[in-house]
């Protein structure tokens, strides 16, 4: 089955770059999206479609997707960025989530 | 706005039968181009798709799940179901329903209902 690999946590400092990564075999051939999940509440997409953000979603959020990687990047990243994040592909008829990625801001 | 709400017991035995409704408002569930989608994250654990259906009735499964899903759909009530058998307290977690935009091999959920805690045990 289909693995989509995350690191378990990235740290970062208020109004720096954060990029967090999900690799999977030629996932650059696929489409990758990513969902932000904060304590007790459902996740949200804040990229679909490798590189495309849904309307209210901070410009700071970006994505891409090339090879085995794709990347969420969060420019100026604020305090209330902290939060879990996954990434998420189809394949096989499959909906593959990555195990997810604690972004610290410290 | 879209809006999905989910129900259902939050208390289920172990061998039994869970069973959740997700009531879908602001929108028609009978809107094509869109999947109604159930995933489930364990408490301090990653998601987990568990299934989707289509309007036309079509749904496909996760694989390690298929065996003990059914998901169906009620379009005259706006809802669409979940049924889990045999469930073990490896089952207990919290659902969500959700809806997900697929076209052209982009598949993602624009939105998600507030998610229900489900526990098994006896």
Redesign the interface.
């Known amino acids: 089955s289909y693995e989509l690999t995350q690191p378990p946590s990235v740290s970062v400092s208020p109004g720096q770059t954060a990029s967090i990564t999900c690799s999977g075999d030629k996932l650059g051939d696929k489409y990758a999206c990513w969902y932000q999940q904060r304590p007790g509440q459902p996740p949200i997409v804040v990229i679909y479609q490798d590189d495309k953000r849904p309307s209210g979603i901070p410009e700071r959020f970006s994505g891409s997707n090339s090879g085995n990687t794709a990347t969420l990047t969060i420019s100026g990243t604020q305090a209330m960025d902290e939060a879990d994040y996954y990434c998420q592909a189809w394949d096989s008829s499959t909906v593959v989530f990555g195990g997810g990625t604690r972004l610290t801001v410290l | 706005q879209v809006h999905l709400q989910e129900s259902g017991p939050g208390l289920v035995k172990p061998s039994q039968t869970l069973s959740l409704t997700c009531t879908v408002s602001g929108g028609s569930i009978s809107g094509s181009g869109y999947y109604w989608?159930w995933i489930r994250q364990p408490a301090g654990k990653?998601?987990?798709?568990i299934g989707?259906i289509y309007t036309s009735g079509t749904t496909?499964y996760?694989?390690?799940l298929k065996s003990r899903v059914t998901i169906s759909v009620d379009t005259s009530k706006n809802q669409f179901s979940l049924k889990l058998n045999s469930v073990t307290a490896a089952d207990t977690a919290v659902y969500?329903c959700?809806r997900?935009?697929?076209h052209s091999?982009?598949?993602?959920?624009?939105y998600?209902?507030?998610?229900t805690l489900v526990s098994v045990s006896s």
């Open positions: 989608s990653g998601l987990e798709w989707h496909q996760n694989p390690s969500y959700a997900a935009a697929f091999g982009s598949y993602f959920c624009d998600w209902g507030q998610g």
